[in-house]
Structure formats: structure tokens, C-alpha cells
């Protein structure tokens, strides 16, 4: 497994950092600034270690992307014995589900900029 940064989503990028663990950073269009329009784009970054989720918590966390972990599982043709191969998916699906509290947050900016904080975020981390 290499511990590169790669892109996850049109504007998210995942780490991989051993034992389950995962660092993500994302820039993320917010509809919710009318009042600063310019700065339309949040960057939130965190941290996901699996090992700190019960199987409950992580059928939980999936659930808003499939039906079931044995959803999930059949639509990547992976057999459970095998499940640890999805574990970059479960942890990006944990983020995008905590990702948008306060805590994780580096601020607000326009889209170009939010691009620009990213990507030297990435090189720094």
C-alpha cells in the first residue's frame, strides 16, 4: 500500500496511513453564503481510523451511500472474507459524514483559492 495522496472525488483527496487509518482533505461547494457568494467553498480535513468504529457505527456510516455493507460489498464484487479491500471507501464515507463540523474546517474560500489551499495542504501533510 503507498502512503501517496490520491483523488477520491472531484475535489477530495485521501492518504492512506496504515492500520486502517486515513487522512482526507476536500473543498466542498456550500449553497448556504449568501452573504459571501465570493467565498462560496468550505476545505475540511480529518483524520479516520477504523479501528475506532464498531460494526454498527460503520454499517451506519454507509447507509447514506448503500443499502447495506453487503450492498456495498456486491457492488465492488468483493467477497466479505476481502472486506478490509474497501476500507479506503468506508473511511471516505465517514468523513463525508463528519467532515462538516466545525473541528474540521480551515475555512471558507473561493473556488480557485480553495483548489490552491488543497493542494498545498497536501504537499505540507
Not at 15 to 38: H, M, V
Not at 43 to 68: F, K, P, Q, R
Not at 73 to 96: G, M, P, Q, W
Request: with cysteine; aromatic share 14%.
Amino acid at each position: 500500500m503507498s502512503n501517496e495522496w490520491y483523488k477520491t472525488d472531484d475535489l477530495q483527496w485521501c492518504k492512506p496511513l496504515g492500520e486502517r487509518r486515513y487522512k482526507f482533505i476536500q473543498a466542498l461547494w456550500i449553497d448556504t453564503c449568501p452573504n459571501d457568494s465570493e467565498n462560496d467553498y468550505v476545505v475540511c480535513s480529518g483524520l479516520v481510523d477504523l479501528n475506532d468504529y464498531s460494526d454498527d457505527e460503520i454499517e451506519m456510516a454507509i447507509s447514506s451511500y448503500y443499502e447495506s455493507y453487503d450492498d456495498m460489498l456486491n457492488k465492488y464484487n468483493t467477497a466479505r472474507e476481502n472486506a478490509h479491500e474497501l476500507d479506503s471507501i468506508v473511511a471516505e464515507c465517514i468523513f463525508e459524514e463528519e467532515c462538516y463540523t466545525d473541528g474540521h474546517s480551515h475555512g471558507t474560500f473561493e473556488k480557485d483559492k480553495a483548489v490552491e489551499y488543497v493542494k498545498n495542504w497536501i504537499k505540507e501533510n
